[in-house]
């Protein structure tokens, strides 16, 4: 199977990137909203599509507004977005706010409660997500997401620590999507917004013996020109890439 990043910053778009999106095209499943989402129109060969939102905060949904160029105002039957019940409330609230944008769309929006059934891929196997609290201003979910011999997890926007409750949830996956806002040295200011430090998720897929980890989400002014050096992480971790936008990773 395949994820393709949309986006891989946050914060803001740069010249390099855009903020969290990525998709599953096999199955039309989408993990985040943020600004990448603008490509999504390139990448669909499902008529529906399944919309999973770690959180709120913009540079996670913004793309939500970019979907009528792409579904219409009215596709009820080809789009649904899930979230927990508190950023479901803060989207259709706020984003979808009249003095914010013009027309209501016409989506479903639907209550993430721990595990749902996910699409069947190509090989004719249903999946399921699994997703777990993660620590962040406001609160954000953690998404496992299995179909047989195929897994991932997607953790954004959290604090990196072996110690968390999350590191249980993600053993032993394929592919570990995870952010790492900063390089290492930026303890205080990730403790501070609820983001992580590339050797604390170095040291978090160590422990968590997953088979291969991909970096995102990374600061965008620090990313402005270069990529992060990852050959201290790699010491840690040897199986680490940096997410770049249009990437695609098999697992
Ligand atoms: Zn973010
Ligand atoms: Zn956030």
Redo the contacts with the bound molecule.
């Keep these: 199977m395949q994820v393709v990043c949309l986006g891989t910053t946050?914060?803001h778009p740069s010249a390099r990137r855009q903020t969290?999106a990525f998709v599953l095209p096999e199955v039309g499943v989408v993990l985040d909203a943020g600004t990448g989402l603008f490509r999504l129109a390139d990448y669909l060969t499902t008529p529906r599509v399944d919309i999973f939102l770690s959180h709120a905060?913009l540079?996670?949904v913004s793309g939500l507004t970019y979907l009528v160029e792409t579904f219409g105002v009215d596709a009820y039957d080809r789009v649904t977005i899930h979230g927990e019940p508190d950023k479901i409330e803060a989207v259709t609230t706020h984003l979808f706010a009249p003095h914010l944008f013009p027309v209501a769309p016409g989506y479903r929006f639907e209550s993430l409660h721990g595990a749902c059934e996910l699409p069947a891929n190509t090989e004719g196997d249903v999946g399921t997500m699994k997703v777990f609290p993660l620590e962040h201003p406001g609160g954000a979910i953690g998404m496992r997401l299995e179909w047989p011999g195929h897994s991932m997890a997607y953790v954004?926007?959290t604090t990196a620590s072996t110690s968390a409750a999350y590191v249980d949830q993600i053993r032993g996956v394929d592919l570990l999507v995870h952010e790492a806002t900063f390089p290492a040295g930026h303890d205080d200011l990730a403790k501070l917004t609820g983001h992580s430090c590339l050797d604390q998720v170095a040291e978090v897929a160590r422990a968590a013996e997953v088979k291969r980890l991909l970096v995102t989400?990374v600061d965008p002014l620090l990313t402005k020109d270069y990529d992060f050096d990852l050959t201290d992480a790699r010491k840690v971790f040897a199986n680490i890439e940096l997410a770049r936008d249009l990437d695609v990773v098999e697992f």
Aim: aromatic share 12%.
């Design positions: 946050g914060f969290a905060h540079d996670h954004t926007d989400h």
